[in-house]
């Protein structure tokens, strides 16, 4: 199993970055593909999910700003990031969930948003 996580780096406030989590060796059929962050001293925390029937959820501090889509066949999930903020700055997780409650994590990629 693995999740190729990819995007990140490093952006003025204001800008854009677009994260990238391809997802292979799964057997499972997947149900939720999501996005978590942690900035240094802070708590894991959920940025956005999608399930596979496209209803997704995102954390307040994140709508208007952030879109998540996915790519069923590809098993890859999208995570469009615009407006960035400094408090955007945090290590990107993707995460998956199969239907039998399995839970897979990406190895993270470094989001770096200056003022």
């Known amino acids: 199993v693995q999740l190729q996580a990819s995007g990140g780096g490093l952006v003025q406030a204001g800008g854009s970055l677009r994260l990238s989590c391809a997802a292979s060796?799964?057997?499972?059929?997947?149900?939720?593909m999501g996005w978590y962050r942690q900035a240094p001293g802070k708590e894991r925390e959920l940025v956005a999910h999608i399930f596979s029937s496209g209803s997704t959820r995102y954390a307040d501090s994140v709508k208007g700003r952030f879109t998540i889509s996915r790519d069923g066949a590809k098993n890859t999930a999208y995570l469009q990031m615009s407006s960035l903020k400094p408090e955007d700055t945090a290590v990107y997780y993707c995460?998956?969930?199969?239907?039998?409650?399995?839970?897979?994590w990406g190895q993270g990629t470094q989001v770096t948003v200056s003022s």
């Open positions: 060796g799964i057997i499972d059929s997947i149900n939720l």
């Open positions: 995460k998956v969930s199969t239907y039998r409650n399995r839970d897979y």
